[in-house]
Nanobody
Framework: VQLQASGGGLVQAGDSLRISCAAS????????MGWFRQAPDKEREFVAASHWSSREYYADSVKGRFTISRDNAKNTMYLQMNSLNPEDTAVYYC???????????????????WGQGTLVTVSS
């Protein structure tokens, strides 16, 4: 089972960027899929999650700017990031969990599988 994150890069404040997470090895249609990020010298933090019921969850810091989506036919998840600011600079990790419930999906330890991360740098 592998998760492959891609699409990161260097953008300017106010720009948009979409990152992707391709899953292989099994179908994740019944999994909770999530995005986390880790900035230098900070702990990994929750960004967004897509529940298998299609419900979406967001951190307050990205709500209204980021949109999570998934294409189950392609086994791929996306994070559309708009109005980026320098505080969004981080390595973004995708994750998948088979037994994640709504009350714990903001916790990194709830997820079984992790991608390698993709770096997003937002310049001011």
């Amino acid at each position: 089972v592998q998760l492959q994150a891609s699409g990161g890069g260097l953008v300017q404040a106010g720009d948009s960027l979409r990152i992707s997470c391709a899953a292989s090895g099994r179908t994740f249609i019944s999994y909770v899929m999530g995005w986390f990020r880790q900035a230098p010298d900070k702990e990994r933090e929750f960004v967004a999650a897509s529940h298998w019921s299609s419900r979406e969850y967001y951190a307050d810091s990205v709500k209204g700017r980021f949109t999570i989506s998934r294409d189950n036919a392609k086994n791929t998840m996306y994070l559309q990031m708009n109005s980026l600011n320098p505080e969004d600079t981080a390595v973004y990790y995708c994750a998948a969990g088979s037994s994640v419930i709504a009350s714990t999906l903001r916790l990194a330890k709830s997820y079984n599988y992790w991608g390698q991360g993709t770096l997003v740098t937002v310049s001011s």
